[in-house]
């Protein structure tokens, strides 16, 4: 898949997969790194821009096993980003999908 | 490449950073590898899917770009060049002016083709100094009167919203200097400090020099007994302030005064930094 896709949309992928639990970030990150194939490491410097702008809050939490884990979860404010890059995502799809869907639009 | 190493390249590219941010990175960096560790996965593995250290501290440097506004702008260090981020459209030299901004406009505005006709009643049922007159094209019509020059108003950048980046405004430089905290460690920490200790000083020397002097008038007069045994004390008293005072200004003058007030003038002059804690490779 094209880099600046997934650039793109990394940002509502995060914020999407935090919407119904909180995540750590090894699991954000191997989570999506399977899935849209970026690496690890793209991850963790997004989800501290997302911290900075107040869109998701962090704490540490010990773990049965292994060392604690830093969770993520989603703030009001990311709550409404979120919905705002789903909409422009649905609405952007949806023009996409005319264009190259042809005949189904 | 295993986690020492990754960690170690990985702090090394974040230099730029402040150190306390580094710390946070790295520490998110160390977590991941210990989750990873601790499921079974080896380190060399985990290295490899994070992506390069390269890569992912170009990441967090680009994400740092300093927050635009001249607040913002005195705490930028001045070894840490901002990049500007140009607004799509802005007119970034001077001495473009909007003729030449038309560069900027969308393809909708660009001219129209020499030979391409437009119905021939539109351009020429125009008034000779109608809209397109000061664009040249008087005496050719060659441009529809959809041209760039014809009724666009080119905006002057908003330099509201982005204020440093007026270049009609002289700004000072902005200093690396935190003034107002060396105003107030100046103030409220160094100089009671200093006076205290001073003043203690010059009172262990007084009074050692005030008894001293005061058992030598006695020891002179000698007029009883009493008097005598006075001056003895006093000058006792005068030796042992003396000794005590020598010990405090020995100690404390060389060490305190000395090492404290250059470390003061150097901690001052460095624009009130502490010394970043560990170093970076």
Request: glycine share 8%; proline share 6%.
């Amino acid at each position: 898949m094209n880099v600046q896709f997934k650039k793109g949309v990394l940002d509502l992928c995060v914020l999407a997969m935090l919407k119904d639990s909180d995540r750590y970030g090894y699991e954000l990150a191997s989570t999506l790194s399977e899935t849209i194939m970026i690496s690890d490491g793209t991850v963790y410097p997004l989800l501290r821009k997302l911290a900075s702008d107040g869109l998701v809050a962090s704490y540490l939490q010990e773990s049965q096993s292994g060392p604690p884990r830093k969770y993520y979860s989603l703030t009001a404010m990311g709550k409404i980003r979120l919905q705002e890059l789903l909409d422009d995502w649905n609405a952007f799809t949806a023009s996409v999908n005319k264009i190259v869907g042809g005949k189904s639009a | 490449m295993n986690k020492k190493e990754y960690i170690s390249a990985l702090r090394a590219q974040l230099r730029r950073l402040p150190s306390d941010d580094v710390e946070d990175i790295v520490k998110e960096f160390e977590n991941h590898f210990d989750i990873g560790i601790s499921e079974g996965k080896n380190e060399s593995d985990i290295a490899a899917k994070l992506g390069s250290p390269e890569e992912v501290a170009q990441i967090y440097l680009s994400d740092s770009v300093p927050a635009f506004d001249v607040n913002g702008a005195s705490n930028v260090c001045a070894t840490q060049m901002p990049i500007i981020p140009v607004k799509t459209g802005m007119v970034i030299d001077r001495g473009v002016g909007p003729q030449t901004a038309a560069g900027f406009a969308p393809v909708g505005y660009a001219k129209a083709p020499v030979n391409a006709e437009p119905s021939n009643t539109a351009p020429k049922s125009e008034p000779a100094d109608a809209p397109n007159a000061h664009t040249g094209a008087k005496e050719k019509e060659e441009y529809t009167a959809t041209g760039p020059q014809t009724g666009k108003t080119y905006a002057t950048p908003n330099y509201q919203q982005y204020p440093s980046q007026d270049p009609n405004v002289s700004r000072p430089i902005p200093s690396e200097h935190n003034v107002l905290f060396a105003v107030l460690f100046t103030i409220f920490v160094f100089v009671p400090v200093w006076i205290v200790a001073l003043a203690i000083i010059l009172l262990l020397i007084g009074l050692t020099i005030g008894l001293g002097a005061l058992s030598v008038m006695l020891f002179c007069w000698l007029p009883s007994l009493t008097v005598a045994v006075g001056g003895t004390v006093c000058l006792a008293l005068s030796l042992a302030f003396g000794a005590i005072a020598t010990a405090f200004v020995t100690f404390f003058a060389i060490k305190g005064f000395v090492v404290g007030t250059i470390a003061y003038i150097r901690f001052i002059a460095k624009g009130c930094k502490a010394e970043p804690k560990g170093g970076n490779v």
